[in-house]
């Protein structure tokens, strides 16, 4: 998160965050109070609110290759069972391997949820470590989120500062509420990233002068890649498309995405 007096980005994973703070820190300075994974508070309410976002099918690949690359969430969850990790993560095909995490990220598709839910073997490497282990198996194995995609959910998390008190049963309170809970009033699509950052900066943050130079010289930059051989489509076949297409169905209508 980057807070200022008149305005709040709120950082979405995988949404060149990294990125698009270096211009905010650039244009209007350092924030030295908030944390850069902070959560909105209900406070924040009336302050003009921006966040990122993503292409489903494009943001699975390249969350799959930054948890491999940086030993990051979710490969925890993964970790705890030796043999699930060899076909995800360890496995020397990298196409079958995330088509194979997906499928579990997706729908709970796991070889031993027992071992899951008392991960011990695992309390070595920090309370961080068991908490994303049990945070996922919650995600992929209890309604509504069983209904509903694993980037759905965290971007839900992000934008609606309520969530840990709502009652969500399905799918549909899920749009519900996301349409009408979300603190957020534009989004950039890392797609359109310098269209879509320069229409906010000028439309709603006026940048002080000489923000313009700033802005060209940063929009030729990118932070935080990952290393990828192929394009995000390659890494699908038509059950795996058709997947993210149903769990992901409010992003996917919101902005237009296709695959």
Known sequence: MYKKNNFIYVHFQKTAGTHVKKLL?????EDKKSKWHGSLKKEDKGKLIFCGVRNPWDFYV???HHSKEQNSPPIAFFKAQ????SKTYGSSDTVEGFRQWLKIILTGDVMDRN??????RF???GNKSVLWINKLDRLINQKPWKDVGMMSRWLFDVVVPSYRTMRIPNAKTFKEKFISESFVDHYYRIEYLTEDMRSIMEDHLSPPLGWEKVFEDWAGKKSNTTTRLKSYQAYYNDELATLVDEKDFLIIEKFGYEF
């Not at 820190?25 to 300075?29: H, K, Q, R």
């Not at 030796?82 to 990790?85: D, G, I, K, S």
């Not at 071992?115 to 011990?120: A, E, G, Y």
């Open 25 to 29: 820190i650039e244009v209007f300075g």
């Open 62 to 64: 390249s969350l799959f």
């Open 115 to 120: 071992s899951l839910l008392l991960p011990t």
């Open 82 to 85: 030796p043999e699930l990790y």
């Open 123 to 125: 309390i070595k490497e």
